[in-house]
Nanobody
Framework: QVQLVESGGGLAQPGGSLTLSCTAS??????????MNWFRQAPGKERELVAT????????KYSDSVKGRFTISRNKPKKTVYLEMNSLKPEDTAMYYC?????WGQGTQVTVSS
């Protein structure tokens, strides 16, 4: 069974940091081939793609809203993708989802508040 499991969400203060993890299991092809995405969705808003790491090359792409503050990375032996979030803002508050193709994790809540 193909599965993505996120962890690492929680409460952070503005200007603080959090690192999210997404661990893959059951994938039929080596993890390195998969394009992995982090999305987020705040209440009443559309789901937003915030970061992508491409297969093989591990090239990265970010939305303008997080560029320079968030970093996506991949640990291939652990089959885990990370989203390091720095200089957090209240507007980063959302449910964060890991995704590849049509496979979604259950989400992890990030709340940025003083």
């Amino acid at each position: 069974q193909v599965q993505l499991v996120e962890s690492g969400g929680g409460l952070a203060q503005p200007g603080g940091s959090l690192t999210l993890s997404c661990t893959a299991s059951g994938f039929p092809v080596a993890f390195t081939y998969y394009v992995m995405n982090w999305f987020r969705q705040a209440p009443g808003k559309e789901r937003e793609l915030v970061a992508t790491i491409f297969g093989i090359t591990d090239n990265m792409k970010y939305s303008d809203s997080v560029k320079g503050r968030f970093t996506i990375s991949r640990n291939k032996p652990k089959k885990t993708v990370y989203l390091e979030m720095n200089s957090l803002k209240p507007e980063d508050t959302a449910m964060y989802y890991c995704n590849t193709a049509d496979i979604w994790g259950q989400g992890t809540q990030v709340t940025v508040s003083s």
